[in-house]
């Protein structure tokens, strides 16, 4: 193979082969590495949510609400329930004109 040849070939710094040879050995050498993450990566405040945290907390609830409706939406249970509301819209219209005359 020349040179220009091992330019082009592509090389993945990621090869399953090392990947799963690194696994292994950290698996055999029982490092903790949720313990080692937790205590690199800062602990979320609590205390004062951001703007950032407030509003990926209405969106969460947004969608929520979105499923839901679609949920029922596709049930047929509002158009159901639409129906039973004109059949007892239409009798107190009737009793209306009953007491009006």
């Not at 193979?1 to 799963?20: F, R, Y």
């Not at 969460?60 to 159901?80: D, L, T």
């Amino acid at each position: 193979m020349s040179s220009k040849d091992k330019a082009k070939a592509p090389t993945n710094p990621l090869s399953l082969e090392d990947t799963l040879r690194d696994l292994a050995i950290l698996r055999t050498s029982d490092v903790d590495l949720a313990a080692i993450l937790a205590s690199t990566m800062p602990a979320p405040s609590a205390a004062s949510p951001t703007a950032v945290d407030t509003s990926v907390a209405r969106s969460y609830e947004f969608v929520q609400a979105a499923r839901g409706a679609i949920k029922i939406k596709n049930r047929g249970v509002v158009e159901a329930q639409g129906g039973r509301v004109n059949v007892v819209r239409g009798k107190l219209e009737d009793v209306l004109e009953g007491l009006d005359t």
